[in-house]
T-cell receptor, first 115, second 113 residues
């Protein structure tokens, strides 16, 4: 089946620094990738949608200058949390989809802790 | 109209019992209804999905029942096992325009041995 690899699985960074999270589709071409944020015991909150070669579409309330998304190829999307602060600490999950009729395949998530 | 309401919030079932989780939606443009299983510290994994042209879909111990007129769908886990203990999310996606998944609030299932 389709596999999405997300790295790193855990990262701790200092306040004010930037962190990059990678999401790769290993065995299919992902025309669309999605980035979610999940708080403890809560549902997934969509942050943005990215199509290969295009600018990401951000959900209302998500700061595009803080959460930079790049989808440079059909197998790789990155989320960079810039100037991270403790309130950015969360579980970040990516999802990839091959075409409009395909299933959504999720990565294993990244636990970000900002100290 | 973009919401998917999920209940119960938590559920305890004895081993071998049936676990039932319910979801309801308002937007009639939704046409794809998947269920996801998530273990702590992991991303969600697709369990089973249904489209509105059928009223039921079964895969192993997992069954989706779909009621188009009531705009409700449910997940039934037969012969529940301790390994099924996880958080379950229903979701919906519309068939037109910008496609994205709308998630329910989640149900934490605990199957007691």
């Amino acid at each position: 089946g389709a596999v999405v690899s997300q790295h790193p699985s855990r990262v701790i960074c200092k306040s004010g620094t930037s962190v990059k999270i990678e999401c790769r589709s290993l065995d299919f071409q992902a025309t669309t990738m999605f980035w979610y944020r999940q708080f403890p015991k809560k549902s997934l909150m969509l942050m943005a949608t990215s199509n290969e070669g295009s600018k990401a579409t951000y959900e209302q309330g998500v700061e595009k200058d803080k959460f930079l998304i790049n989808h440079a190829s059909l197998t790789l999307s990155t989320l960079t949390v810039t100037s991270a602060h403790p309130e950015d600490s969360s579980f970040y999950i990516c999802s990839a989809r091959a075409g409009t009729g395909g299933e959504y395949t999720f990565g294993s998530g990244t636990r970000l802790t900002v100290v | 109209q973009q919401q998917v309401k999920q209940s119960p919030q938590s559920l305890i079932v004895q081993k071998g019992g049936i676990s039932i989780i319910n979801c309801a939606y308002e937007n009639t443009a939704f046409d794809y209804f998947p269920w996801y299983q998530q273990f702590p510290g992991k991303g969600p994994a697709l369990l089973i999905a249904i489209r509105p042209d059928v009223s039921e879909k079964k895969e192993g111990r997992f069954t989706i029942s779909f009621n188009k007129s009531a705009k409700q769908f449910s997940l039934h886990i037969m012969d529940s096992q301790p390994g099924d203990s996880a958080t379950y999310f229903c979701a919906a996606q519309r068939n037109t325009g910008f496609q994205k998944l709308v998630f329910g609030t989640g149900t934490r299932l605990l199957v007691s041995p």
